[in-house]
């Protein structure tokens, strides 16, 4: 198995595929890192040689990819919601933060439905 920025990357994908294992290579940017780096990106991970391995690493670090995004995406959330924006305030309550409704959806954001205490039921 090819390990690239501490990720195992699946062996019977094509490399282009494979690649998109990192957080922040997509597929886009997986074609792109095989065409500089040199690689077939119909190639099997498993059958590509040391040599193309590590062209693909060293094309990988000109990007920032795995903890460097997370960490920089964590920093921006919490930047916004220490200055108080709308969008972390949103972060802050657990709400969607991009406009989306929440009178319908948002269960995943939400969560389940909370029970609110002698709520009387309105009937005759």
Do not use: F
Request: net charge positive.
């Amino acid at each position: 198995m090819a390990r690239i920025k501490n990720i195992e990357l699946p062996n019977e994908k094509h490399t282009c595929i494979g690649l998109t294992a990192i957080y922040g290579i997509g597929r886009n940017l997986a074609k792109t890192i095989c065409k500089e780096a040199g690689v077939d990106p119909a190639k099997k991970i498993k059958d590509l040689t040391d040599n193309e391995i590590a062209a693909l690493r060293k094309e990988i670090d000109k990007h920032t990819v795995e903890g460097d995004l997370r960490r920089d995406v964590q920093m921006n959330i919490k930047n916004k919601m220490e200055i108080n924006c709308y969008q972390g305030v949103r972060h802050k309550k657990g709400l969607p933060v991009r406009g989306q409704r929440t009178s319908r959806n948002a269960k995943t954001r939400k969560g389940k439905g909370k029970v609110v205490a002698n709520k009387k039921k309105v009937g005759k």
